[in-house]
């Protein structure tokens, strides 16, 4: 992986040295830029993991159903007990409000620190469309072909871009200059997802759909998960380089992991389910927010009137009474601890946290050892700009804008969706990246010894790459947000996971909803599974 940095890009450096580590803090110090790192999650995760020891409870809240974490399947839980008339629950946010949903701020300028966008939903997801139809996202015929959207919310033009042999070019795909042979491969491939998107097992469900579990059983159709997604592509006749790093691009993308480990069952759903439609857009369209998916988040939060408290669970437990879940908070780097008591619980929670806050998980069907998803590492750079920097020809700066490289995912313009006479004088860039490039292992490992301008300089290198040295007189401040466990990845065989269906099958005391049942991280796939908990919470 090459570290890079802005000293460096002036110099025309390729790598960054030991020697150049000392030169990035200097010339960062000259820029007065000094990158904030936020580590959600890692301190508490530290304590569950190291077993500290607590203080006891100093206090107890008693409720009848508590949700303990609110990312996108906890605040589903919470708006449908509201819908269902069920008011009587609380929320312990986890060590981070909204989770893989969070964003933040400079100022008046808001950006995602996790998700950014929301394809539309297809008519199976009919559990997505009304929660949007309830926040005023969409506006009328929820639950019809073709629902009408606010505009605010649909991605405008210009929406993507791939910076590839030193030119902009329109879409994510590699046309210009390809081979005549290639761009033929380009359209059978998705000609090929455009048949399997109506393709039926021998159950009569469809392939690919959401949420998953209504997707087809036909064990033809499940063999897929046997293989990679890259196997796949052997098997099918696909050699074209430009469409395999596309499709290695979309994995990394969605899913945090190469297409040589994703399942290609995983691999084809990421094109074959989303095929949402709207009355005022067209197909394919995006539905995002300059903060991310936060503002769905605290839409989601608004409207189900939920009481969040801050802090983590330890531990959740049945007694005779319902459960007992103990939450940590730490305050100033010290713990403290209070008690809720409920008659059910719901986990909103990733799998590797629920299988060390449930003692008992393992008579639920849960082997940790055996059935615990992998885990992909990523990382979001924020980067306020006080000005734009100057732009290449051939295709304006867009929403996403991606480079023909890793390990970085190209980077989102946080105002993009601003309807001005003129651009802001400021905006935000946020750069993703999925340390793919190395076992997830190797690259927390790297993470938590990673200085901040090591970090920033991994960050910054499809800026680098697109602007060169005269980027670094644009930035203003820099926010970066690091999980070291983001998503869950669909390695081959995730469809099979016997713990993972013990989970979604099981109805107690304390239930169990998060994308990760699922065995990849997505909106849809955690709202049903929070919409389920809930329903379960209060039969």
């Not at 980077?411 to 997830?440: C, G, M, N, W």
């Not at 060169?468 to 690091?482: K, L, Y």
């Not at 013990?502 to 169990?512: C, K, P, S, T």
Request: proline share 7%.
């Amino acid at each position: 992986m090459q570290r890079r940095s802005f000293m460096l890009w002036a110099a025309g450096g390729t790598a960054a040295s030991a020697a150049g580590i000392g030169s990035i803090a200097a010339y960062l110090h000259w820029q007065e830029i000094t990158p904030k790192v936020l580590y959600p999650g890692r301190s508490e995760g530290h304590f569950l993991r190291d077993r500290k020891a607590l203080p006891p409870p100093s206090r107890t809240l008693s409720t009848d159903v508590t949700i303990l974490g609110s990312g996108i399947a906890g605040l589903t839980a919470a708006w449908r007990l509201n819908k269902l008339g069920h008011q009587d629950f609380l929320m312990v946010d986890g060590p981070q409000p909204y989770g893989n949903a969070a964003g933040g701020q400079f100022g008046e300028l808001a950006y995602p620190t996790g998700g950014h966008y929301l394809p539309l939903p297809s008519p199976e997801s009919t559990h997505v469309r009304e929660i949007l139809f309830d926040l005023g996202i969409i506006q009328r015929d929820p639950q019809a072909e073709k629902p009408t959207y606010d505009e605010r919310y649909i991605l405008h033009a210009p929406e993507e871009r791939l910076l590839f042999n030193g030119q902009w070019q329109d879409g994510f795909i590699p046309t210009e200059g390809v081979p005549p042979a290639e761009l033929a491969q380009h359209a059978r491939f998705f000609a090929q997802v455009a048949q399997l998107r109506q393709a039926r097992g021998n159950d009569g469900k469809r392939v690919f759909v959401f949420p998953t579990v209504e997707s087809s059983q036909d064990p033809a159709w499940q063999a897929l998960d046997a293989i990679t997604l890259k196997q796949w592509m052997e098997r099918e006749g696909y050699t074209s380089p430009t469409l395999h790093w596309y499709l290695n691009y979309c994995c990394r993308d969605d899913y945090g992991t190469r297409y040589d480990q994703v399942s290609a069952w995983a691999g084809l759903h990421y094109y074959c389910s989303r095929w949402g439609q709207a009355a005022n857009a067209g197909n394919g369209a995006w539905l995002t927010w300059p903060g991310g998916m936060q503002p769905v988040a605290t839409a989601m939060e608004q409207a189900s009137g939920v009481k969040r408290h801050a802090g983590t669970v330890v531990s959740v437990q049945t007694t005779d009474k319902g459960v007992e879940a103990l939450c940590l908070e730490l305050v100033d780097g010290q713990p403290r601890t209070y008690l809720v008591k409920a008659r059910k619980a719901i986990c909103a929670m990733p799998l590797y946290v629920a299988a060390r806050v449930v003692p008992d998980i393992a008579s639920y069907g849960f082997d940790a050892k055996l059935h615990t998803p992998a885990y992909a590492p990523w990382m979001v750079a924020n980067f306020l700009l006080k000005r734009f920097p100057d732009e290449l020809p051939h295709a304006p700066l867009c929403w996403d804008n991606v480079v023909y490289q890793e390990p970085g995912l190209g980077y989102v313009v946080s105002t993009h969706q601003d309807i001005r006479v003129r651009p802001p004088e400021k905006t935000v860039f946020s750069a993703y990246v999925a340390l793919s490039d190395r076992t997830p292992q190797q690259a927390r490992k790297w993470l938590d010894v990673a200085s901040p301008e090591e970090l920033l300089a991994l960050a910054s290198v499809d800026l680098k790459t697109a602007y060169g040295r005269d980027f670094a007189s644009c930035v203003e401040r820099v926010d970066i947000t690091v999980r070291g466990h983001a998503m869950a990845a669909p390695l081959p065989g995730f469809r099979s996971n016997a713990g993972l269906k013990a989970l979604r099958e099981h109805d107690g005391a304390i239930l169990f909803a998060h994308a990760d049942l699922s065995g990849f991280s997505v909106f849809e796939e955690a709202a049903w599974w929070g919409d389920r908990a809930a329903r379960l919470a209060i039969t």
